[in-house]
């Protein structure tokens, strides 16, 4: 799991954010959230291999971090995807010709 938080207040640090996202994507990762990227490693030696590859293209300023975590952990968490109920968006109707 890769998290950052990188600054994107100049034209030059929002390439750079970019650049670095579009980087990891490229390396496989998904987005699970807003600067949350997730990737699955069948091994902690080929995951070793994922996180050096981010080391390699860590951004000059702003904070990363790397978390590796099991399938078993990742599979006991819990996720809510709020309280409010979503209306439900119905399809175009099927008109029936006489």
Same mark, same amino acid.
């Given at each position: 799991?890769?998290?950052?938080?990188?600054?994107?207040?100049?034209?030059?640090?929002?390439?750079?954010?970019?650049?670095?996202?579009?980087?990891?994507? *490229?390396?496989?990762?998904? &987005?699970?959230? +807003?600067?949350?990227?997730?990737?699955h490693?069948?091994?902690?030696?080929?995951? $070793?291999?994922?996180?050096?590859?981010?080391?390699?293209?860590?951004?000059?300023?702003?904070?990363?971090?790397?978390?590796?975590?099991?399938? *078993?952990?990742?599979?006991? &968490?819990?996720? +809510?995807?709020?309280?409010?109920?979503?209306v439900?968006?119905?399809?175009?109707? $099927?008109?029936?010709?006489?």
């Open positions: 799991m890769v998290f950052y938080d990188l600054p994107t207040e100049t034209k030059k640090e929002r390439k750079v954010a970019a650049r670095f996202r579009k980087d990891i994507m *490229k390396d496989g990762f998904t &987005m699970f959230q +807003f600067s949350i990227y997730l990737r490693c069948p091994s902690r030696e080929n995951a $070793q291999v994922h996180i050096n590859r981010v080391k390699s293209i860590l951004p000059e300023s702003g904070n990363v971090g790397i978390l590796c975590v099991t399938d *078993k952990q990742f599979g006991a &968490m819990e996720l +809510f995807y709020g309280t409010k109920e979503k439900k968006e119905f399809g175009p109707q $099927q008109l029936e010709l006489f």
